[in-house]
């Protein structure tokens, strides 16, 4: 804990920028009936049943520095998925002869072997020496930033029925092309002596020993 929240106190590194990196899954539903249209003065209507199409991922990437997001909609969430996206964001944004400095949640999939799953052994050794990996502790996702801007994504876009795959990726990344115009920082307080004070009990009492 105290490792990544000293890392998300240090000042943005253009050589090094801060990702933090997380996934949600989203279902596809349907309406079984057209909603009415909406009239003035009264609100949206629409009925209560609807059809389930499926699932699908969605992969994000956000630089806490400079509130820039990079997305991607998957129909799945394997190794694969990972490595493909993970490829994607350092040709995107990785800076020559730098790295990425990425923050994570601890799923099986999140990990360098995933890249050699994907690609050819030298292309994944070339892929693993762009990425600097840093992984949240166990049951402490909160401590990644990436949750921020998957809750912003879903309250602006996901906050509604879209059914199908093609729609809900051409939603996601209009949603972050827009955002991308404005980007966002995000703002991040918590510091390792506010951790000291909020988890003291976890702490060793020296004072005792």
């Known amino acids: 804990m105290e490792k990544l929240l000293g890392l998300y106190a240090q000042p943005y590194d253009p050589n090094r920028p801060l990702w933090c990196f997380d996934e949600r899954p989203c279902q596809l539903i349907g309406d079984t009936l057209l909603p009415l249209p909406v009239e003035p003065g009264k609100p949206k209507r629409q009925d209560y049943q609807y059809e389930r199409h499926g699932v699908c991922s969605v992969l994000l990437a956000v630089q806490p520095h400079t509130g820039l997001v990079f997305v991607q909609v998957r129909e799945r969430r394997t ?10 964001l350092v040709a995107a944004h990785c800076p020559e002869g730098g790295q990425i400095v990425l923050v994570q949640d601890n799923l099986n999939t999140h990990t360098p072997a995933a890249f050699y799953q994907a690609f050819e052994p030298q292309d994944a050794y070339e892929l693993m020496q762009r990425i600097e990996m840093h992984y949240t502790p166990k ?38 092309r827009q955002r991308n115009l404005s980007p966002v920082p995000i703002r991040w307080q918590f510091t390792p002596h506010m951790a000291r004070i909020k988890f003291q009990r976890f702490y060793p009492n020296l004072a005792k020993l």
Request: glycine letters at 0%.
């Open 79 to 88: 190794a694969l998925d990972y490595a493909e996206f993970m490829a994607a």
């Open 139 to 176: 049951k402490a996702s909160w401590l990644n930033m990436a949750e921020i801007q998957l809750s912003v994504l879903a309250r602006q876009c996901l906050n509604r029925r879209i059914p199908s795959f093609l729609e809900l990726a051409h939603e996601v990344h209009a949603w972050a």
